[in-house]
Nanobody
Framework: VQLQASGGGLVQAGDSLRLSCAAS???????LGWFRQAPGKEREFVAF????????NYADSVRGRFTISRDNAKNTMYLQMNSLKPGDTGVYSC???????????????WGQGTQVTVSS
């Protein structure tokens, strides 16, 4: 499985962005997750979605503002980010796991991330 994140950019606080994670290979039965890493900080969980989209989980810091979804027909996962804050700044990466977990080490097939910068 190979994953590639895209859609990042420089926005102002309060703006929206939609990230995409394009997958190649078998991801149909896996959980897909978004993580982010700010400079000088550890990678942190943002959200994950189950293979059929029925199970979703969000970090407390983004719940109510971010929405994760996936389109298996297009082999793509999305992260709609609304009401962005400067604290959302970081490199956003997507990865796959076989269990529903927020732990980065349980994920594999990390793709190259996309930079999101939110100015105040």
């Amino acid at each position: 499985v190979q994953l590639q994140a895209s859609g990042g950019g420089l926005v102002q606080a309060g703006d929206s962005l939609r990230l995409s994670c394009a997958a190649s290979g078998h991801t149909f039965s896996s959980y897909l997750g978004w993580f982010r890493q700010a400079p000088g900080k550890e990678r942190e969980f943002v959200a994950f979605v189950s293979w059929n989209g029925a199970i979703k989980n969000y970090a407390d810091s983004v719940r109510g503002r971010f929405t994760i979804s996936r389109d298996n027909a297009k082999n793509t996962m999305y992260l709609q980010m609304n009401s962005l804050k400067p604290g959302d700044t970081g490199v956003y990466s997507c990865a796959a796991a076989w269990v529903p977990t927020t732990t980065p080490r349980a994920y594999a097939s990390w793709g190259q991330g996309t930079q999101v910068t939110v100015s105040s």
